[in-house]
């Protein structure tokens, strides 16, 4: 299929509001895409290039983009950053460049959907020097062939955001009512294979090809996570629930095949060569192919350290053996997801606990199982004692739910509220800051969209400020006045004092003192709190 069709499709779509109307327009165009293109598109629409555990990434600035565009219209870098500027879109500022540059030139040659993948695909693969001349020159192929309205979809693509509205939500309904199979089906699939394109290839084959996924070694898959809550409400709602200690370190997911084994972050990226130590120890203790989940923690003299030693290590390229000496990890598996071919997310936890202790005798979260508050009462102080978080309460009748942040996981936990969210922008601080970002604009995910909720400045010390800009400075999309937008890429973690309604931000919702926590590297825009948490924290206020 031709990139126009395409981009008049997200054209029709990003002027739809109307949740019903945009999954019934999405839902009649997929039948029309072949088996190559119907993955790529699926993706595409949400604005995504590969599926999330895909280890391939884009790895294109906004810098790279504007050299690609001032090259192809003619233009200085300067002109085209101006244009996005005056815009504060790139897609349209972009488009518009291309269109006065189009009356004097003409047309190359057609872009095909699965010709733009390819050559994403070409990009993501080409690495070390050279490079980058190689991306933009790939780039600069792409505009150059590209008519005005699809120069606006492909210049969103490369910056990681469509804005038509279409989430992982709206894409299910969509494929659920092309290619009529049930919805639990389309949910179920996906969350065995964590690529909706693939589940749509199989939907097309109908409802028994949906049914027949299974999990896959070295393809990871979503982790299951936690909501806040209370113990009385956990065991009201479940009886005897399971109690562990809730670690303060970094999220793992450990696949086994014989002799092969590989660990993925919570962003399910493959990690294993940055933890060793770690690897060594899970394939020690195991002899069975698997996939375990659980959480890796730093020690030293038995005491757990903070979460930063951790993230150390998980972000090591180089020099890895003398961290592995400095930062001691330790795992602790706390599910299993996969035991010798057979996928287990089905299964109660109950079961799944039972098949983990036997599958792996070493290294198991210790568990509590009770229904007596007091006594979970008591077992949630002695993690605190021991140097833990909190507590974990689980339901033991609940299946595995990749991806899912649920009520049949709760987390219970001393501090304040505190939220992940993506920065979108910035404003340039004051006096002897003027050359550092000062504040930053925060957003929430809703169906593919990112709405802001507030500004952070209080929290951050100098030192952070100077990292910041050096994490920002390549990001910058637009600027106006004071303000920049930036790609969107990083997640803060914030605290704040409360959540108000507010007509200031286009989420509806105001933070009330915010205040800056940490960076959360291990997250990704998709981990973002979304605008449905904020909402329930709202009504669930002290004071509601
Ligand atoms: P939060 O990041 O605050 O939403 O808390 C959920 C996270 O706690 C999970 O994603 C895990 O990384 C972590 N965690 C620590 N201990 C456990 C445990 N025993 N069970 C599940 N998750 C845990």
């Known amino acids: 299929m031709r990139f126009i069709e395409f981009a008049e499709l ?13 999954i019934t327009v999405v839902s009649e165009a997929l039948p029309k895409f072949s088996e190559e293109e119907l993955p790529v598109v699926v993706n595409f629409l949400m604005g995504r290039v590969f599926p999330d555990w895909s280890p391939l990434k884009l790895g294109i600035g906004p810098n790279l983009l504007y050299e690609a565009v001032a090259y192809v219209t003619g233009d200085t870098k300067e002109r085209v950053i101006e244009e996005i500027n005056r815009r504060g879109d790139a897609g349209r500022a972009v488009e518009h460049l291309i269109a006065n540059k189009e009356q004097t030139s003409f047309f190359v040659q057609e872009l095909e959907v699965f010709e733009i993948y390819r050559e994403f695909e070409r990009i993501a693969r080409s690495e070390g020097k050279g490079s ?26 490369l910056l990681g955001e469509l804005r038509i509205g279409i989430g992982e939500g709206n894409m299910r309904g969509a494929i659920a009512k092309a290619f009529g199979v049930p919805s639990e089906q389309v949910e179920h699939a996906y969350q065995a294979r964590n690529d909706l394109g693939q589940v749509a290839v199989l939907a097309r084959m109908g409802a028994s090809a949906l049914s027949k996924v299974q999990i896959e070694l070295f393809r990871p898959v979503k982790m299951m996570l936690a909501q806040q809550g209370t113990i009385q409400e956990m065991v009201k709602e479940h009886g005897v629930v399971a109690a562990e200690y809730k670690y303060d370190g970094s999220r793992f997911q450990f696949h086994r095949s014989g002799k092969e084994f590989r660990i993925y972050s919570r962003r399910l990226e493959d990690v294993t060569k940055a933890l060793p130590d770690v690897v060594k120890r899970l394939a020690a203790a195991t002899t069975t192919d698997l996939i375990l989940d659980g959480e890796v923690i730093a020690v030293r003299e038995g005491r757990p350290r903070p979460f930063q030693f951790v993230l150390q290590r998980f972000r090591r390229k180089h020099e890895v053996s003398s961290y592995v000496e400095e930062i001691e990890l330790v795992p602790y598996v706390f599910d299993i997801l996969f035991l010798e071919g057979e996928t287990l997310i089905d299964l109660p936890f109950s079961e799944r606990r039972r098949r983990l ?13 009770s229904s007596d508050p007091e006594e979970l ?32 996981w709760v987390k219970i936990k001393p501090e ?16 002897r800051r003027a050359h550092l970002f000062g504040s930053f604009l925060l957003a929430c995910r809703s169906e593919g969209k990112l709405l802001p909720v507030g500004k ?18 390549d990001l910058v999309v637009s600027e106006a006045g004071k303000e920049v937008a930036f790609k969107p890429e990083v997640v803060f973690e914030v605290g704040y004092s409360e959540i108000q309604k507010s007509p200031n931000y286009e989420s509806g919702y105001a933070l009330r003192f915010p205040r800056f926590i940490r960076l959360r590297a291990d997250k990704g825009v998709e981990d973002a709190d979304s605008l449905e948490t904020i909402s329930l924290r709202f009504q669930q206020r002290p004071s509601a």
């Open 10 to 22: 997200c054209e029709r779509l990003e002027a739809l509001s109307g949740r019903l109307e945009m």
């Open 132 to 157: 980058q001349r190689s991306k933009l020159l790939a780039i600069r192929r792409l505009f150059g062939n590209s008519r005005p309205i699809e120069a606006r979809y492909l210049a969103r693509l």
């Open 357 to 369: 202790e036997q599958a792996i005798p070493a290294y198991v979260a210790p568990q509590l199982q």
């Open 377 to 408: 009462e008591e077992f949630y102080h002695r993690a605190l004692d021991a140097g833990h978080e909190g507590i974990m309460l689980k339901d033991l009748e609940s299946t595995y739910m990749p991806g899912v942040r649920g009520k049949r």
């Open 416 to 431: 304040v509220d505190t939220l992940d969210l993506v920065v979108i922008g910035a404003e340039w601080g004051e006096g």
């Open 456 to 473: 952070v400045a209080t929290g951050i010390s100098d030192e952070d400020l100077a990292d910041l800009y050096a994490l920002f400075k």
